[in-house]
T-cell receptor, first 114, second 117 residues
């Protein structure tokens, strides 16, 4: 089955600096790559996603890049703010029958230091 | 529109006890999922239901059973709880595959924190 690896497991940055989280996946049939943010004690929520036919997507301070050949994708957060502190999960998804099978990475705990 | 609702939010069990986690969604979604979240291990799929009337095992199904009671409700049962099942459990749902609403996003409940002593 699909295997998603995520690095680093923890990341500390100064407020205003950029943060980059990297993921790799194993199944070349995966076609959808979402990123979820989970604040302490809360549910994971989608913050950005990218499909396999796109190489890059940006939404204000966050962007995601995808390299299908190398099977890796990354989350970039610019001008980090304290409210960006959370755990971030990458995922790879493939349509299987009547549903989309989603495999998550192990998460990155981001701490933004004011 | 409450989204995905899970109960209970917290539960403490003794080894060997049984319990059922309840999940309901009011978004008319077809697919529903149960994940467990453990430190350093991300979200791991326990069981899923692609549509009403069907259920399938995910990555870590041992020790669990599920019931898709109707389109809205998907419950997770621990028949004989073990300390290894101490975790935070999340229910999630997804719009129908092939529909314009299905971007692939999972909609999560607030989670149920289970401790097995």
């Amino acid at each position: 089955g699909e295997n998603v690896e995520q690095h680093p497991s923890t990341l500390s940055v100064q407020e205003g600096d950029s943060a980059v989280i990297k993921c790799t996946y194993s199944d070349s049939a995966s076609n959808y790559f979402p990123w979820y943010k989970q604040e302490l004690g809360k549910r994971p929520q989608l913050i950005i996603d990218i499909r396999s036919n796109v190489g890059e997507k940006k939404d204000q301070r966050i962007a995601v890049t995808l390299n299908k050949t190398a099977k890796h994708f990354s989350l970039h957060i610019t001008e980090t703010q304290p409210e960006d502190s959370a755990v971030y999960f990458c995922a790879a998804s493939i349509r299987s029958g009547g549903y989309q099978k989603v495999t998550f990475g192990t998460g990155t705990k981001l701490q933004v230091i004011p | 529109n409450a989204g995905v609702t899970q109960t209970p939010k917290f539960q403490v069990l003794k080894t060997g006890q049984s319990m059922t986690l309840q999940c309901a969604q009011d978004m008319n979604h077809n697919s529903m999922y149960w994940y467990r979240q453990d430190p350093g291990m991300g979200l791991r799929l326990i069981y899923y239901s692609a549509s009403e009337g069907t259920t399938d095992k995910g990555e870590v199904p041992n020790g669990y059973n599920v019931s898709r009671l109707n389109k809205r409700e998907f419950s997770l049962r621990l028949e004989s709880a073990a300390p290894s099942q101490t975790s935070v459990y999340f229910c999630a749902s997804q719009p129908p595959s092939g529909s314009s609403l299905n971007t692939g996003e999972l909609f999560f409940g607030e989670g149920s924190r289970l401790t097995v002593l």
